[in-house]
């Protein structure tokens, strides 16, 4: 469903509109947009769903989103979404698919400089140089590697979506296969040609993916754990550290990481 083109923030010639929107909880429709676009959250987290991924939004990072992606977004919580449309000329450079960002204090700060000038700021004045510093720096962030690949195959999809239903789950790849009349090894290989990844790669993503909904919203480490199907929080802090660099408590500190791509 894409946007209404009577919408300013897409029709302004500007280079770059900025927009704010508070939510309690819930989610947007399928949608898209004629321009690129930067979502951040000023508090809360959110989840942005494509048909080929899914991220988790914390406050330190946001999702890149192309223009004319259809995607919808999840509220985990309370959110105060902040969000840049970008003319699709105005960073050529950026990426042509979606992607987490690293938003850097310089682009926060910017963002919110931009939210107090009207939508139609003088591109000549304050405004308009706010926007171009923004642009300017959003070619220097980082993209970070944790994302969830979902297949393009509909037996593929389904069996992923009660993995991602169900992250505690303990099912194997023999176990799957068995259910859904095939061989590991075809499965195997199915989930390494739709999503990049092994079997035990992608769980371990999705895992991490839905640890971050959690982490974000103040839940224990030890409960997130749980709800994971770890038998201990120590095994799952050894595990989010080899993914990501960072122990759970500090993962949304704004600190840098040393995650591996």
Request: net charge neutral.
């Amino acid at each position: 469903m894409p946007c209404g083109h009577d919408d300013e923030y897409q029709t302004l010639p500007h280079p770059v509109t900025a927009k704010a929107r508070n939510y309690r909880s819930g989610e947007t429709p399928v949608h898209s947009h004629p321009r690129a676009q930067l979502i951040y959250a000023g508090s809360g987290v959110m989840r942005v769903e494509t048909e080929v991924g899914c991220w988790v939004v914390p406050p330190v990072r946001g999702v890149w989103i192309p223009a004319n992606t259809m995607h919808r977004v999840i509220m985990l919580g309370s959110v105060e979404m902040r969000t840049l449309y970008i003319r699709p000329d105005a960073i050529p450079d950026l990426p042509d698919t979606c992607c987490l960002l690293e938003v850097s204090p310089l682009l926060r700060a910017l963002i919110f400089a931009l939210l107090e000038e009207p939508l139609a700021y003088d591109r000549a004045g304050r405004g308009g140089q706010i926007a171009a510093l923004a642009l300017n720096e959003m070619r220097f962030l980082k993209i970070p590697a944790l994302h969830l690949p979902m297949p393009t195959g509909q037996r593929l999809q389904r069996m992923c979506q009660e993995l991602i239903a169900n992250p505690d789950s303990h099912e194997t790849l023999e176990s799957l296969a068995d259910q859904h009349a095939t061989s590991s090894r075809t499965l195997a290989r199915q989930f390494q040609r739709e999503t990049g990844m092994s079997f035990s790669q992608w769980r371990q993503q999705a895992r991490l993916v839905e640890a971050l909904g959690h982490l974000a919203n103040n839940v224990p480490v030890t409960l997130v754990a749980q709800k994971l199907g770890y038998q201990s929080a120590s095994a799952f802090t050894a595990m989010f550290r080899r993914a990501l660099g960072v122990e759970p408590r500090r993962y949304f500190s704004g600190e840098p990481t040393t995650q591996a791509e």
